[in-house]
């Protein structure tokens, strides 16, 4: 039994992670309906920015941090303002707006390969002291890892249902028209959605690196993959539900070691994404099926 509570105690600290990703990703497309992809892209800009300003800069890692927040945040707000709202504006079609955001993806992967170059880097972070607890190793970052997951969303879910701003942000979701109507700027809940859900990756990464794993060009694929089907399972109309679906996801993956061999972790996971999907279309939470216009 110790190995299954050795993957259960990983499965919660990569879906601790992996729960960031749906929040962020459902937190733009639940009221844009706009396929961000180029968030890969942004969650690459996110590592190596937390590199640059820890290591290069040598600021602390809080810092760090904030700083990489800061720009990830303004460089998801880019992204709506100065590319999909004007191809929005034009009225150019879904797979358009798919495609440009596919694109500002790899121009950004591409960018930080030339600048950086391909191999994986490093933060400035202090070895952590593992504890064996049962002759299990849980290491310091498998318990803080859930611990901000969880604050994140129950923070979002305070602003979501115990705010003005956050019923304006469901409404639309659910009924953008008669927020217009009533003298609401839906663009401006639009700006706002990319905005927050790009200052989550930052968090998500130092998350991730600080389990081990390094900074390179390619880690925004999973991150982005990983996001949407959260979202899908969690719900396309539901950005809690899709936390939560990633803590699920993150589990189901590592338990399923326990049974299978490694090499059918991703295949798990998507088959349950399927069933699901054929059993409820709208995801675990979701109330409705949305229409993915832009």
């Given at each position: 039994?110790e190995?299954?509570f050795q993957?259960?105690?990983?499965g919660?600290y990569?879906?601790?992670?992996?729960a960031?990703y749906g929040?962020?990703?459902a937190l733009?497309?639940?009221?844009?309906?706009?396929?961000?992809f180029?968030?890969?892209?942004i969650y690459?800009?996110?590592?190596?920015?937390?590199?640059?300003?820890?290591v290069?800069?040598?600021?602390p890692?809080?810092?760090?941090?904030?700083?990489?927040?800061?720009?990830?945040?303004?460089?998801?707000?880019?992204?709506?303002?100065?590319?999909?709202?004007?191809l929005?504006?034009?009225g150019?079609s879904?797979m358009?707006?798919?495609?440009a955001?596919?694109?500002?993806?790899?121009?950004i992967e591409?960018?930080?390969?030339l600048v950086?170059?391909?191999?994986?880097l490093?933060?400035?972070?202090d070895?952590q002291?593992?504890w064996?607890?049962?002759?299990?190793?849980?290491?310091?970052?498998?318990?803080?890892?859930?611990m901000v997951?969880?604050?994140?969303?129950g923070?979002?879910?305070?602003?979501?249902?115990?705010?003005m701003?956050?019923?304006?942000?469901?409404?639309?979701?659910?009924?953008?028209e008669?927020?217009?109507i009533n003298?609401i700027?839906?663009?401006?809940?639009?700006?706002?959605?990319f905005?927050?859900g790009?200052?989550i990756?930052p968090?998500?990464a130092?998350?991730?690196?600080s389990?081990?794993s390094?900074?390179s060009?390619t880690?925004?694929?999973?991150?982005?993959l990983?996001?949407?089907?959260?979202?899908?399972?969690?719900?396309?109309d539901s950005?809690l539900?899709?936390?939560?679906?990633?803590f699920?996801i993150g589990?189901?993956?590592?338990l399923?070691?326990?049974?299978?061999?490694?090499?059918w972790?991703v295949?798990i996971t998507?088959g349950?994404?399927?069933?699901?999907?054929?059993?409820?279309?709208?995801g675990?939470?979701?109330?409705?099926?949305?229409?993915?216009?832009?």
């Amino acid at each position: 039994m110790e190995l299954f509570f050795q993957l259960l105690i990983n499965g919660v600290y990569v879906g601790a992670v992996y729960a960031l990703y749906g929040l962020s990703f459902a937190l733009i497309f639940a009221p844009t309906k706009v396929w961000h992809f180029a968030q890969g892209g942004i969650y690459v800009l996110a590592g190596y920015a937390l590199y640059s300003f820890n290591v290069i800069l040598a600021l602390p890692l809080w810092a760090a941090l904030v700083l990489a927040i800061a720009l990830t945040s303004a460089a998801g707000a880019g992204c709506e303002r100065l590319l999909y709202r004007p191809l929005v504006n034009r009225g150019v079609s879904h797979m358009v707006v798919v495609m440009a955001s596919l694109g500002l993806f790899v121009v950004i992967e591409n960018s930080m390969d030339l600048v950086f170059g391909p191999s994986g880097l490093s933060l400035r972070i202090d070895p952590q002291t593992p504890w064996l607890v049962s002759g299990v190793v849980i290491m310091p970052i498998q318990i803080i890892a859930p611990m901000v997951a969880l604050a994140i969303t129950g923070l979002l879910a305070l602003m979501l249902y115990r705010t003005m701003a956050g019923r304006e942000f469901r409404a639309a979701i659910t009924n953008p028209e008669l927020l217009e109507i009533n003298g609401i700027s839906v663009s401006r809940i639009k700006l706002y959605a990319f905005a927050i859900g790009s200052a989550i990756l930052p968090v998500a990464a130092l998350l991730l690196i600080s389990g081990g794993s390094g900074v390179s060009p390619t880690v925004g694929i999973t991150a982005v993959l990983t996001g949407a089907m959260a979202m899908f399972l969690g719900g396309v109309d539901s950005p809690l539900g899709a936390a939560v679906a990633g803590f699920i996801i993150g589990i189901v993956e590592n338990l399923s070691v326990f049974v299978l061999p490694t090499a059918w972790q991703v295949s798990i996971t998507y088959g349950i994404l399927l069933l699901v999907i054929m059993i409820r279309p709208t995801g675990l939470f979701g109330r409705a099926v949305q229409k993915a216009t832009v």
